[in-house]
């Protein structure tokens, strides 16, 4: 277990959050996940989460249901971006959340020590009682109720709330 993710599970026993940590095959895709849900009878949200930069590099971290459509040139004039957003590539993913492609999640802002990525979640997330993300390591998902995951959020980060279905920015 590296240091980051025994650092996020410390962070979980400290603030009283139980979860369930689930372990399977490593995941790179929505569609690749999809089988987890089956497999294991995983409830509650499915996520797909973006690592974004704009134009000035100013980095953003999108949470999302699995089957969200995402229109990135409608989401840029929502979302304080300065012109069009693309995916941030690897070795910037890795410097400001300390992982790898296919293991971004929320949870890794527990390594953005600059506190500067921008976190958006999906209001249709937290309408759900339980939430799943992988924890910094796409091998191992985490579920636990999304009122704690947001407590969790709360802690380490800032977030900001977006309903995809209108592009509209909602107060938490």
């Known amino acids: 277990m590296t240091d980051s993710i025994k650092q996020l599970f410390d962070k979980l026993s400290h603030l009283n959050i139980d979860y369930k940590l689930f372990e399977h ?48 040139k409608i989401l840029k004039n929502i979302i304080p971006a300065q012109g069009n957003l693309s995916f941030g590539n690897p ?3 890795n410097d400001k959340l300390g992982v790898k492609p296919g293991s971004v999640s929320p949870y890794a802002l527990i390594n953005n020590h600059e506190k500067d990525v921008n976190f958006y979640i999906d209001k249709n997330i937290l ?21 704690d995951f ?23």
């Open 25 to 72: 095959e490593a995941f790179y895709t929505v569609d690749e996940s999809s089988k987890l849900k089956s497999d294991l009878d995983l409830k509650g949200a499915h996520t797909k989460n973006l690592f974004l930069r704009d134009k000035k590099r100013k980095i953003f971290l999108l949470s999302c249901m699995d089957n969200a459509d995402v229109d990135l």
């Open 150 to 172: 947001i407590k969790f959020i709360q802690e380490i980060h800032s977030l900001h709330v977006i309903d995809f279905d209108s592009y509209e920015l909602i107060n938490l």
């Open 127 to 147: 309408n759900e009682n339980l939430c799943n993300f992988h924890p910094l390591i796409n091998t191992k998902t985490i579920q636990l109720e999304t009122s």
């Open 91 to 93: 070795e910037l993913l």
